[in-house]
């Protein structure tokens, strides 16, 4: 039977094993934010404005829609590129990302280390 052997990542010569890259992570966290947000807006949040307008305005329409047409409006405009559309299906992103530039300036700044003492 033969062995297989595994040669750890390294950096050089000098055999140093790379930590795995925090780029990756981030890049994977922020695509997982991006695409449950956005699946969100584009499923749940027409439900919710079509029975808020029920509640609050009456039917969708006079030929008696319902909430598989709004889809359809809704779809329709997203492939014809309308802006409006799009921001109600990036709605749920847009405000998270609105939100943390909103806590940036919130964030705990790092105190200057004290200059060394060579005296």
């Not at 062995?3 to 140093?16: A, H, I, L, M, W």
């Not at 981030?26 to 997982?32: A, C, P």
């Not at 909430?67 to 329709?76: K, S």
Request: aromatic content about 8%; overall charge neutral.
């Amino acid at each position: 039977m033969m062995q297989e052997t595994v040669q750890p990542d390294s950096d050089g010569p000098s055999g140093q094993e790379r930590p795995p890259p925090a780029t990756g992570r981030w890049i994977r966290k922020e695509l997982i934010l991006a695409g449950a947000s956005i699946a969100v807006g584009a499923i749940l949040l027409p439900i919710a404005i079509y029975f808020t307008g029920q509640a609050l305005l009456g039917p969708y329409s006079d030929e008696g829609h319902g909430i598989g047409h709004l889809y359809g409006d809704i779809f329709a405009d997203l492939a014809a590129g309308y802006l409006p559309a799009w921001i109600l299906v990036l709605s749920p992103w847009l405000g998270i990302q609105a939100l943390r530039l909103a806590i940036v300036p919130l964030r705990r700044k790092r105190a200057p280390s004290p200059p060394p003492d060579n005296l």
